[in-house]
């Protein structure tokens, strides 16, 4: 996924219009998006293997 996803990291706490702009509720939140729409939402932490399949996921389902 290296070439294919942006990974960005932002402290909601300093950026409240981001937090607000995505509504977010908890901490952390990985959000997916593409073409500036979120695809998907997880509320949450994820390991490896489940970010793997989140993103495996949403790779078959743009395909």
């Known amino acids: 996924f290296k070439k294919e ?7 909601v706490d300093e950026n409240n219009a981001i ?3 995505y509504n ?3 901490i952390p939140t990985t ?4 073409n500036g729409d979120v695809i998907n939402k997880v509320i ?3 390991n490896y293997e ?4 989140v993103l495996e996921e949403l790779k ?3 395909n």
């Open 50 to 53: 489940q970010m793997k399949q």
């Open 44 to 46: 949450g932490a994820l």
């Open 60 to 62: 078959k389902a743009s």
């Open 31 to 34: 959000l997916f998006i593409k």
């Open 19 to 21: 937090s607000t702009k």
């Open 5 to 11: 996803i942006i990974f960005v990291k932002v402290n």
């Open 24 to 26: 977010i509720t908890g």
